[in-house]
Structure formats: structure tokens, C-alpha cells
């Protein structure tokens, strides 16, 4: 459950900054969701990946909140 709502968070964080992911549909939740999930799991960008500085910036954040997550799951 927490990982779903940190996903949301930052899909909504995502989407606050305008479009900053390319190939997402303006406005579209579940597309920032799912960019999110995709960020965060470390899977790897395909069609939808960060255009604008603001993205860099939340795709950067979010990644080390991923690998910190994943670190103390394991540990």
C-alpha cells in the first residue's frame, strides 16, 4: 500500500509540473502513475520518459528514494 501511494505522489508531483514527460498525455494521472512506477522500480524508460528539467529533477529524487527503499527491504 505505501508503494502505491508514494507512486501517486509522485505522479501528482509529476503532473504539477506541467509536461515534463514525453510521450505522456497532458494532464493524464495514470500516465504520471505509471512513469512513476516505472522511475522508481528502475525498469527503465520506453516510450514515456523526462523532457524537462523539473522531471530530471523528481526522476532523480525518486530514484534514490527507490534504491533506499530497496536497500532497507533487503537489509
Do not use: C, W
Not at 527503465?44 to 525518486?62: D, N, Q, S
Amino acid at each position: 500500500l505505501g508503494y502505491l501511494v508514494v507512486n501517486a505522489l509522485f505522479a501528482l508531483a509529476y503532473l504539477a509540473g506541467g509536461n515534463g514527460i514525453e510521450n505522456a498525455r497532458p494532464g493524464n494521472f495514470l500516465d504520471a502513475f505509471f512513469f512513476s512506477v516505472q522511475t522508481m522500480a528502475s525498469i527503465g524508460y520506453g516510450a514515456m520518459f523526462p523532457k524537462t528539467t523539473y522531471a530530471h529533477v523528481l526522476v532523480t529524487i525518486e530514484s534514490l528514494i527507490g534504491l533506499m527503499g530497496l536497500a532497507v527491504g533487503t537489509g
